[in-house]
C-alpha cells in the first residue's frame, strides 16, 4: 500500500455526467492530472442524461464530490440545478464544470476559456482584432462569448440557416449588449460577404462538426481562394488531428491549430477550479500526445 495513485477512504471524487460518455477522454486526462499533481482526487463517469440530472446533482452534495464535467444533453440543462453560475456560463447558457464549494454549486463553461487559452498557449492575442467564425452550436457559443469577454473587438459568425441559426442570433444579442464586442451573423450560404469578412478577420474558426464523421474530408469554405498566409486559422474538431479544413490552411501557408488544445486547456481550467492548482500543461501533453 505504498502507491499514492490508490484510492483511500480519503480519496475525493469528481464526477463527469453525460450521456453517452463512456467514449470521452477526459477521466483519463483528469486522473493523471491529479495524479501528476499529487491530489488525491478521481474522475468517473457517469452515464447520466437529463431524467436523473436533478438527483446526480443532488448527489454532488449529498457526498460532497468536488464537483463534476458536464456534457451532452446536459449542459444546457443543469443551470437550474445549481445555486450560482458564473458570468460567461450564464451568458453561454451552458455549463460543462461545476465546483462544490461546502455544498454550494456554482457552474461554469470552460469551453470557451478553454479555446483562449489554447490561442494564447500559441502565442496568439486577438484583443481588438476581428475573428470570423462558423458554428452557432455549443462549442462556437462558448468560444464567440469567451472571445467577447476577452476582448476581441470584432466577431463575425457564419451558420447555415438550420436551428441553431436563431441561437447565434441570440448571441450576437448578448454580445452587443454586455460586452464591448461588435458581433454580427450571417447565412453561411452568402459567399460574397463571407469572403469580405475573411479578408477582415486576422483568425478564421471552424466551430461547426464539419471534418469529423460521418464528415470527413468535407469543410463548409468554398475554395483556397479564401486563405491568405497572415490568416490564422483553427478548428475545434480534433478527431482526425487534420480536417480537410486545416488542411487547406496547411497548403495556403496559415498557422492553424486544431481542437486538441480547447480540449486540453478546457480542462485545465476545470482542474483549477477544483483544486486551485494549475495543470502541469508540458506534461499532459506529452501524456495525451499532442501539441
Ligand atoms: P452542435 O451540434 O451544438 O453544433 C453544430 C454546428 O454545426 C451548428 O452550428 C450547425 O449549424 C453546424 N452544422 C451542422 N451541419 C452542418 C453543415 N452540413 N454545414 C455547415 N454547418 C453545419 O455541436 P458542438 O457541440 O458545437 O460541436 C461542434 C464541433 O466542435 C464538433 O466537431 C465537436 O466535436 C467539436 N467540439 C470540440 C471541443 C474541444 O474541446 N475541442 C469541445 C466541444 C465541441
Known amino acids: 500500500m505504498n502507491d499514492k495513485s490508490l484510492i483511500s477512504g480519503y480519496t475525493e471524487l469528481v464526477g463527469l455526467m453525460a450521456y453517452p460518455i463512456r467514449h470521452s477522454n477526459s477521466p483519463a486526462m483528469q486522473n493523471e492530472a491529479f495524479r501528476e499533481a499529487g491530489i488525491d482526487c478521481i474522475q468517473l463517469a457517469f452515464e447520466v442524461d437529463n431524467s436523473k440530472l436533478k438527483e446526480a446533482v443532488e448527489a454532488i452534495r449529498a457526498l460532497r464530490m468536488r464537483g463534476a464535467n458536464v456534457s451532452m444533453p446536459n449542459k444546457t440543462v443543469v443551470g437550474k440545478y445549481l445555486d450560482q453560475l458564473s458570468w460567461e456560463a450564464e451568458l453561454t447558457g451552458s455549463v460543462n464544470t461545476i465546483v462544490n464549494a461546502d455544498g454550494v454549486l456554482t457552474g461554469y463553461c470552460t469551453d470557451g476559456i478553454g479555446y483562449m487559452a489554447a490561442l494564447k498557449d500559441k502565442g496568439i492575442d486577438l484583443k481588438e482584432q476581428k475573428m470570423t467564425i462558423v458554428g452557432a452550436g455549443g462549442a462556437a457559443t462558448a468560444i464567440q462569448i469567451q472571445a467577447a469577454l476577452d476582448g476581441v473587438g470584432e466577431i463575425s459568425i457564419f451558420n447555415v440557416k438550420d436551428k441553431f441559426?436563431?441561437?447565434?442570433?441570440?448571441?450576437?444579442?448578448?454580445?452587443?449588449?454586455?460586452?464591448h464586442c461588435k458581433a454580427a451573423i450571417y447565412d453561411l450560404a452568402d459567399h460574397d460577404t463571407l469572403r469580405k469578412e475573411i479578408a477582415e478577420s486576422c483568425l478564421l474558426a471552424n466551430a461547426t462538426g464539419l471534418g469529423m464523421k460521418p464528415y470527413e474530408g468535407v469543410t463548409w469554405l468554398p475554395d483556397m481562394s479564401y486563405l491568405r498566409s497572415d490568416l490564422i486559422v483553427t478548428d475545434t474538431v480534433y478527431a482526425p488531428r487534420m480536417t480537410k479544413f486545416l488542411e487547406m490552411a496547411r497548403e495556403a501557408g496559415c498557422r492553424y491549430m486544431n481542437g486538441h488544445g480547447m480540449m486540453l486547456f478546457q480542462g485545465a481550467e476545470a482542474f483549477r477550479l477544483w483544486t486551485g492548482k494549475t495543470m502541469n500543461i508540458a506534461h499532459m501533453k506529452k501524456y495525451l500526445d499532442i501539441d
Do not use: D, P, Q
Not at 441559426?165 to 460586452?179: P, R, S
Open 165 to 179: 441559426f436563431e441561437v447565434g442570433e441570440e448571441t450576437v444579442a448578448k454580445i452587443n449588449a454586455h460586452t
